[in-house]
């Protein structure tokens, strides 16, 4: 059932993204003023995100800064980096850095949708009584999300159309977040 609905969601999102932003790349050549000196960081905006979450034997922190350029009021477009340190103490410990470029469209001011193309590199380190296992590769990630804005902050969710459990780093294709930009 759950597979049905993530499947459904992504279709619907990809139908939004294939024949919505076509009529928004041909609204920017009639509503783009000719650009002025100094005017393209007039357009920019800087954000990212930061995670912390500790216990006693458990670290995960995260720290991904991001700037998009706004082309107008209805699309964006922009980069980010990312770093991430995860450790269990005594089993496991991941290195995870790269990343991404996004696309952002705003069909009304309350609503945005999103597509993120991710690439990132793992280090993963298994640590048990047999000894130590070390495993490092690169993962892409498709993401198409959606969510509601308020001003300079978006609450959703996206969803990794690349996503193999089998290969993945993330336990799930869906991810809720909190997008915020100045």
């Known amino acids: 059932m759950q597979k049905n609905g993530i499947?459904?969601?992504?279709k619907l999102l990809l139908l939004i993204i294939l024949f919505g932003f076509p009529f928004v790349i041909s609204a920017q050549e009639k509503t783009m003023p000719k650009a002025k000196t100094g005017a393209f960081w007039e357009h920019v905006q800087f954000g990212g995100g930061l995670g912390l979450s500790i216990?006693?034997?458990?670290?995960d922190i995260t720290i991904a800064p991001s700037a998009i350029y706004n082309f107008n009021e209805h699309f964006a477009f922009g980069t980010s980096l990312q770093y991430s340190k995860l450790k269990q103490k005594?089993?496991?410990?991941?290195?995870?850095?790269?990343?991404?470029?996004i696309g952002l469209f705003s069909p009304m001011e309350e609503i945005q949708l999103s597509v993120e193309l991710e690439e990132v590199n793992v280090n993963n380190?298994?640590?048990d009584?047999?000894?130590t296992l070390k495993r490092s590769f690169w993962n892409t990630g498709l993401y198409l999300g959606g969510g509601y804005r308020q001003?300079?902050?978006?609450?959703?969710?996206?969803?990794n159309v690349l996503f193999d459990k089998d290969k993945?780093?993330?336990?799930?294709?869906?991810?809720?977040f909190v997008r915020v930009f100045f």
């Open 168 to 176: 993945e780093i993330y336990g799930s294709a869906f991810m809720p």
């Open 129 to 131: 009584m047999g000894g």
């Open 7 to 10: 499947k459904t969601l992504t």
């Open 125 to 127: 380190q298994y640590t």
């Open 55 to 59: 216990s006693n034997d458990y670290t």
């Open 151 to 159: 001003d300079n902050v978006t609450i959703g969710g996206r969803i």
């Open 90 to 101: 005594n089993y496991y410990s991941s290195n995870v850095y790269g990343g991404s470029l």
